[in-house]
């Protein structure tokens, strides 16, 4: 059987690839390194060379991209260690959690719409 879906993984300047013949596969892979990662994220303040101050919340640690056909979405682990659903690809659009879901469970009922 063919892949049908690509889990990409970046972590600065290293970047990872996983293919799987069917969605809930590459979810399940997707919500499981994104776990690793969120307990892995640094959790510190950051300063650039210009001067501007970026708290953790504000960055970005690690992208997990979903593809498959036309469809793409992921989720950014941020520096501290919370997860941010998304689709799109060039465009990105935050997954809105509901209540009782995770980031993962929001990119899971977002795409199960498309």
């Known amino acids: 059987m063919a892949a049908k879906y690509l889990v990409v993984t970046r972590v600065g300047p290293k970047v990872e690839r996983e ?3 069917d969605l809930d596969a590459a979810l399940a892979r997707l919500e499981q390194r994104g776990g690793e ?4 994220a640094p959790r510190r303040a950051e300063d650039s060379i ?3 101050h ?10 997990l991209e979903l ?3 036309r469809m793409r979405g992921g989720v950014d682990v941020r520096g501290d ?3 941010e659903a998304y689709t ?17 469970d929001a990119l899971r009922r977002e795409l199960a719409t498309r």
């Open 54 to 63: 970026f708290e953790p919340v504000q960055q970005v640690f690690a992208r």
């Open 88 to 104: 799109g690809w060039v465009r990105r659009t935050v997954v809105e959690q509901r209540a009782d879901e995770s980031a993962y």
């Open 67 to 69: 593809r498959g056909g």
């Open 19 to 21: 293919k799987f013949g």
């Open 81 to 83: 260690g919370s997860p």
């Open 50 to 52: 210009l001067g501007r």
């Open 37 to 40: 990662l969120e307990r892995e």
